[in-house]
């Protein structure tokens, strides 16, 4: 088997804590389970431009488009506040997005049984939840031309943003959608605004045409995305799958993240188009950021981290039961009581990051 290349972007604050706990689990699986991975690692954001005076060296970039996949911790904190805009921390990461053209972003929602209770919402709309929200992450009106700020010739100023989608952004997306619910309960929701915006017509009408020729398989509704915000808060558990334009994405995917309760378990991964071979450039990262109050006191939860590892294996390397075997790993060291300060319930017991990865690690061993 070619080898697996992995890039490993550790970032800033707890970003780097966490990843030590990842790499754990990388050497458990190159000892245990015999899967090797051709590991590299490099800097982003400002620990990149502490070193290279820019968020995201060429070469940095250069590995991330040679890599079968990139895993990134989080960046940013204190110390890089007050850089010029473009040196940022922030900009090495919307960069190496960029570049890749990474247009899918996957946000599951789960809601592991022993954290039921870490949602504002009742136990019972929650617990079992599990459900992914794929958002557009490179048109739509985040990106859409004409945009800006005018002025009148009355001196009234005009703020003007612009909804586009071409046919083809359309489909590269649902054709990631499909895929998912093809590989999860072949059931996708496409949510959009068809009652009042043009190009969401033409998102719609491009769906069903999708379904109709290449995915009659799966079952294909739609839902206006004021309806779908509030059945995300009443009955979560109706979606399998959410296929949704830029902006309706980031709202909708936030919404979704509180159903869980916990910045600290969310893990996310974005991927770019395919090549001939099926292959996608992808990149998988934590949802939380780099903790700068917690930063250095080994406090982090890195359970979003080794969970966006096990989607790296899903959905880079197709290694279904490998990503499983981590996912089993972390659900029984909660139900075994071990929980980080984000997560922590009456009753429980409080650990480090260090330990939680330790557990982690313990737990393999025993489920293998
Ligand atoms: P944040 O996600 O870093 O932290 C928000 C709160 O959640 C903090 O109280 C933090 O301690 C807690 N938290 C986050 N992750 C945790 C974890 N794994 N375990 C335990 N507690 C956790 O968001 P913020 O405070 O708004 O931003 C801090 C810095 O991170 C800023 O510089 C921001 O720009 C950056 N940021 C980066 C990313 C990214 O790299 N993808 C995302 C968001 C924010």
Request: include cysteine; charge should be negative.
């Amino acid at each position: 088997m070619a080898a697996k290349k992995l890039l490993i972007l550790p970032g800033d604050g707890i970003g780097v804590e966490v990843m030590v706990q990842v790499r754990r689990i990388i050497e458990w699986m190159a000892k245990r389970r015999n899967v090797a991975f051709d590991l590299s690692e490099g800097l982003i954001g400002g620990s990149a431009y502490d070193v290279h005076g820019t968020p995201l060296a060429d070469e940095t970039l250069a590995d991330a488009m040679a890599a079968d996949a990139v895993l990134l911790g989080a960046v940013g904190g204190p110390k890089w506040d007050n850089l010029p805009f473009q040196d940022k921390p922030e900009r090495g990461l919307l960069k190496i997005r960029k570049e890749m053209g990474l247009f899918a972003n996957l946000r599951p929602a789960t809601v592991l049984d022993a954290l039921a209770d870490a949602s504002t919402l009742k136990a019972e709309v929650v617990t079992g939840l599990d459900i992914m929200i794929l958002r557009e992450l490179t048109g739509g009106l985040y990106f859409g031309e004409p945009r800006g700020i005018e002025t009148l010739p009355n001196g009234d100023r005009k703020g003007f943003n612009t909804l586009v989608y071409t046919t083809p952004e359309i489909v590269r997306i649902g054709r990631v959608a499909f895929d998912l619910a093809r590989k999860r309960s072949k059931r996708l929701c496409s949510v959009d605004k068809a009652n009042v915006l043009e190009c969401t017509v033409l998102w719609r009408e491009e769906m069903i045409k999708l379904q109709q020729t290449e995915y009659p398989d799966v079952e294909l509704t739609h839902m206006y995305v004021d309806n779908a915000a509030m059945q995300l808060v009443r009955n979560p558990k109706q979606f399998d799958v959410m296929v949704t334009e830029n902006m309706f994405g980031d709202i909708l995917s936030d919404c979704a993240a509180m159903l869980t309760g916990s910045l600290g378990m969310l893990p996310s991964a974005s991927l770019g188009a395919a090549d001939a071979d099926g292959k996608r450039r992808a990149l998988y990262e934590p949802v939380h950021g780099s903790a700068p109050d917690i930063a250095g006191k080994d406090m982090a939860n890195p359970l979003a981290t080794i969970m966006s590892f096990a989607m790296c294996l899903r959905y880079s390397f197709n290694m279904d039961e490998d990503a499983e075997l981590i996912e089993a790993a972390v659900k029984n060291v909660l139900k075994g009581g071990l929980r980080t300060g984000d997560i922590m319930q009456p009753g429980k017991a409080k650990v480090s990051t260090t330990v939680m990865g330790e557990a982690i690690v313990r737990e393999l061993d025993k489920l293998k």
